[in-house]
C-alpha cells in the first residue's frame, strides 16, 4: 500500500518531466523554423531593393 502511494507521486513527476522535454524541444523546432523563415524574408527583401 505504501510502494502504491510512493509510486503515484513518482509517476507523475516523471510524466510532467516529460512533457517539459518534448515542449522544450518544440521551442527550439519553432526557434529554427522562424530563424529560417526571417533570413528567407531577408533574402526576399534584399533581391527585392537590389532589382529596384
Known amino acids: 500500500m505504501i510502494l502504491l502511494l510512493l509510486l503515484i507521486p513518482v509517476a507523475s513527476f516523471i510524466l510532467i518531466y516529460g512533457e517539459l ?3 522544450r ?3 527550439h523546432r519553432i526557434i529554427h523554423m522562424l530563424e529560417k523563415l526571417d533570413t528567407g524574408g531577408r533574402r526576399l527583401l534584399l533581391e527585392d ?4
Do not use: L, V
Not at 531593393?49 to 529596384?52: K, L, S
Open 21 to 23: 522535454i518534448a515542449i
Open 25 to 27: 524541444k518544440a521551442q
Open 49 to 52: 531593393r537590389d532589382q529596384q
